[in-house]
């Protein structure tokens, strides 16, 4: 039975490590895309995530705080 678990679990993280996201470009030894671009259209909007989370987090916890009776 160990040895059975072994295998699932090698099976199950093994395509883990073979998926990328996106494919390495040949000039980003340092990290950057060298173009000025930012590296993910996500670093744009950084600041309105946050700020969207903060409110989301206020608002369920208003919504969930018990009220006393």
């Known amino acids: 039975m160990k040895t059975i678990n072994k ?3 090698a099976f199950l993280l ?3 490590f ?3 996201a996106q494919p ?4 980003s030894g340092n990290g950057s895309n060298g173009t000025g671009a930012p590296a993910s259209p ?5 600041f309105l995530l946050a700020v969207i989370a903060i409110i989301l987090i206020l ?3 208003k919504k969930y705080t018990p ?3």
Do not use: E, T
């Not at 390495?24 to 000039?27: I, L, V």
């Not at 996500?42 to 950084?46: N, P, R, W």
């Open 7 to 9: 295998l699932v679990l």
């Open 14 to 16: 093994l395509p883990v």
């Open 18 to 20: 073979l998926v990328n």
């Open 24 to 27: 390495p470009s040949p000039d």
């Open 42 to 46: 996500v670093d744009m909007y950084l």
């Open 59 to 61: 608002f369920f916890s």
């Open 67 to 69: 009220k006393d009776v």
